[in-house]
Antibody, heavy 121, light 113 residues
Framework: EVQLVESGGGLVQPGGSLRLSCVAS????????MNWVRQAPGKGLEWVSY????????YYADSVKGRFTISRDNAKNALYLQMNSLRAEDTAVYYC??????????????WGQGTLVTVSS | DIVMTQTPLSSPVTLGQPASISCRSS???????????LSWLHQRPGQPPRLLIY???NRFSGVPDRFSGSGAGTDFTLKISRVEAEDVGVYYC??????????FGQGTKLEIK
């Protein structure tokens, strides 16, 4: 069974930093690309960042570019999101989501339970 | 970025009756590889999103056949043939054609009358 478990969320002051983790199980983590997607309270979904299976290809949404860093440790089956210079508008539940294979093409197929990040003084 | 627009934003339905949600993209979702990367997600209250449909009309593993997807180009529809209590929540369309710039619709809240 595919499982993605996020952790590391919490309350942080504006300008502060936080590091999120997502531990994967039930599949060969090193074979799959991953995403971070966030959801502000009561709002819709916003893609944040993507990392390829090897970690060699990385993309960011403009809203977080230069402040957030995605990384992974395939030996630990773990995905990370280092968030610096946090702003109030970064307040959201952060989900890790797997890029799987649906009928031989890619699809975002499994999502973790999410971890809440609150940026407030 | 591709903008995804869903209608309606709220849909009260009676148990056992059909429901339909529309999603329109600001530009064609046909990828250069010929595929159309339009998915539908379902999010129950307090839960993460769950994949229902991928590439317009393909049901993901374990998704009941009362869910179906259709459409082409810029206009897409999710239909539930007979709504059950467990179907409540918010439904999102999502495009992956403009990878990595995934974008989502605003969400449609399905509730029971």
């Amino acid at each position: 069974e595919v499982q993605l478990v996020e952790s590391g969320g919490g309350l942080v002051q504006p300008g502060g930093s936080l590091r999120l983790s997502c531990v994967a199980s039930g599949f060969t983590f090193s074979s799959y690309s991953m995403n971070w997607v966030r959801q502000a309270p009561g709002k819709g979904l916003e893609w944040v960042s993507y990392i390829s299976s090897s970690g060699s290809i990385i993309y960011y949404a403009d809203s977080v570019k230069g402040r957030f860093t995605i990384s992974r440790d395939n030996a630990k089956n773990a995905l990370y999101l280092q968030m610096n210079s946090l702003r109030a508008e970064d307040t959201a539940v952060y989900y890790c989501a797997r890029v799987g294979y649906c009928s031989s093409t890619s699809c975002v197929d499994y999502w973790g339970q999410g971890t809440l990040v609150t940026v407030s003084s | 970025d591709i903008v995804m627009t869903q209608t309606p934003l709220s849909s009260p339905v009676t148990l056992g009756q059909p429901a339909s949600i529309s999603c329109r993209s600001s530009q064609s979702l046909v990828h250069s590889d010929g595929n159309t990367y339009l998915s539908w997600l379902h999010q129950r209250p307090g839960q993460p999103p769950r994949l229902l449909i991928y590439k317009i009309s393909n049901r993901f593993s374990g998704v009941p056949d009362r869910f179906s997807g259709s459409g082409a180009g810029t206009d897409f529809t999710l239909k539930i043939s007979r709504v059950e209590a467990e179907d409540v929540g918010v439904y999102y369309c999502m495009q992956a054609t403009q990878f990595p710039l995934y974008t989502f619709g605003q969400g449609t809240k399905l509730e029971i009358k």
